[in-house]
């Protein structure tokens, strides 16, 4: 911890030993657990107020990752905050800095979080919740793993939760969700099936909604295909036997009626003479304006498929725009993260492969940038030809209307003409509107080859054999439990036990049937249960490997026989023998399994003081006789 005036207090623990921090009530013990939570990216600080609260401005913890120093410092948020967002996070840190001038924020909570995941190990994950439940599929990270490091004081002695922030909302869930993987019993190409199965599903509802939206369009576009025709064989635009066979049929007989058609002039005299003139010319400007249209139909299309390849295009380019991020020139190792500088299970393409890459894609851009231009300049000329062809025709066909007028013969002729002119107008408006396409023949194909992928990786997944696995986790749990309760005494421990991961509790086995750790009795029961879970635990992930924090913390675990209010400078003579040795058997207990598992680090903080050599040298502070988290110098300042 840092003071505001640059001061720092240190304490500092044996790495894969017992560690115990002795002393009375109100020195500050208990923070060493909540320092280290909120340190380790917890969205609130759990720092009791107080003196810690009131004089220290930064927290920090230094963790050693096989050698490495990971420095995590967070700012004090101070009396009655909740939390800061001042996090500050560094590698290969040899020594904690002697003063607090150099913290400032360098990553957030969530880049925290996700920094220290990758240093466990922790690969891609994702657990699926059974189909009827309603909750989301969670991702195991560092944010689960330290769930099964710690245990508060109040947690420790709990009946009913057995681990860390179990009792809020929706931990117990991601407790459940998580410890699968956690203890193994699910490997990570079981996960990376599971990614795989989870895409294909999404990419086949995908096609499964654009196939029936495509049907669905198609059979609009039909029946609206069919009643023009309809229209068009009344008006005599078509032959009175046109039947068409299916919706690209109907398109065929509709782009055929609507077609420019002619009034027969041949008996016009008068003001009627130069009529089949005007026709001929009213005919030829519908054609250069229907050919024009199509040309503005297939710009536009152009357009659009060259907007939706530019799109794809930058977000490839954004992703290999890393290599700003790499020596530039391209000799330094591909194991290593340009980011962070960490070791890479998976080698990183090279320069000179990523610069390739980025080159494709950026000429493929130049090229699309260039074309834009000329497709805007093109559609530009091509609307303004409409506008002109558009006038010429109201121009003939105002000519057309008047010299019939004039003409008490063609007016008979006029009816038909414009009731058929309106029938083709509406013909042709569909046809440059309505989406005429029929679903493409790739989409079945597709859509098969979707369902075969996604069942043969449902054989992949085999839910019977991931199931058994994780009994085989929990049963080896279960019998390290039993050992460890038998060797504490506790009620119950002569029966087979077992962590119940459905309700995240730890089951007695007896003749009368199972028995719950909430229908135990006494604390000496409820702490000692916690303690031989957690050890049974961490034994499991030691000994498969699994990315998890290689330190338990415990705070007050000899509370049931030894409460604050008996303590006697930490030493347990004044004790019921029972007491006595219950307390000596749970620290030994502890002593023993570091022992046994010597990257396993064990933080205990509680008032006893042991006699025992072996406890003497387990002490990392006794914090009496004034001596206490907060130095005494804080205080008066």
Known sequence: ??????????????????????????????????????????????????????????FAVLFDHDGEGILI????????????????FKRGVEAVPDTDADFEKNITEEGLRAQLSSILGIAENVN?????????????????????????????????????RQGEQFFPAAIRDSLPYFMGAVDEDHFLTVKRYQDARTRLRRLERDQAEAVALSRQTSSAALALIDEARRSRLLPAGAAPQDTR????????????????????????????????????????????RDEIGDIERLNKEASAFE????????????????????????????????????????????????????KQLQSVRRDAPRLQERMAALEARRAVVSEQLRGVQASIAQRIQENERLRAAQNQFVEQARVAGRIAYYLENADTTAPTSQLPSQIRALRAEMEALQQALDANAAEERLTTALNLVGRDLTAFATDLGLEH?????????????????????????????????????????????????????????RFLMLDQPSQAHYPPDRDQNGLIEGLADD?????RKLFKLL??????????????????????????????????DGIALIPVSWLQD
């Open 1 to 58: 911890m840092y003071s505001p005036e640059g001061e720092r207090r240190d304490v500092a623990f044996k790495l894969g030993a017992l560690n115990i921090v002795t002393g009375k009530s109100k020195t500050g013990k208990s923070a060493l657990l909540d320092i280290v939570d909120y340190c380790w990216g917890r969205d609130e600080c759990t720092v009791a107020e107080g003196a810690i609260r009131r004089t220290a401005s930064w």
């Open 73 to 88: 410092a967070r700012k004090n948020p101070g009396p009655a905050g909740k939390k800061s967002d001042e996090v500050f």
């Open 128 to 164: 699926i919740p059974e189909s009827t439940s309603t909750r989301d599929p969670l991702q195991a990270s560092s944010r689960h793993a330290i769930l099964f490091c710690l245990q508060n004081q109040d947690e420790i002695a709990n009946r009913r939760f057995l681990f860390h």
């Open 249 to 292: 049929a109907a398109v065929a007989l509709l782009r055929t009626a609507g077609r420019p058609a002619g009034m027969d002039f041949e008996n016009a005299g008068g003001s009627g003479a130069d009529l089949p003139a005007l026709d001929e010319r009213r005919r030829g400007l519908l054609t250069e304006l229907q050919e024009i």
């Open 311 to 362: 799109t794809e295009a930058k977000e490839q380019e954004a992703r290999l725009a890393s290599i700003g991020l790499v020596a530039h020139d391209g000799h330094g190792p591909n194991d290593v993260c340009p980011v962070c500088d960490s070791r890479l299970s998976v080698p990183v393409p090279s320069v000179t492969e990523i610069r390739a890459s980025l080159a494709g894609i950026q």
């Open 493 to 549: 421990g002569n029966h087979p036990l077992r962590l119940d991961l459905k309700n995240l509790s730890v089951i007695a086995d007896t003749d009368d049937g199972p028995l719950s750790l909430a229908q135990m009795g006494s604390g000496e029961n409820w702490v000692g249960y916690h303690v031989a879970a957690h050890l049974s635990l961490h034994k499991l992930f030691r000994r498969r490997n699994r990315p998890l924090p």
């Open 579 to 583: 007491d006595q040795e219950a307390v």
């Open 591 to 624: 002593h023993r399994f570091t022992d046994d598992t010597p990257d396993m680090q064990i933080i205990v903080s509680d008032h006893v003081e042991l006699l025992d050599e072996w406890f003497r040298d387990a002490i990392a502070e006794r914090w009496r």
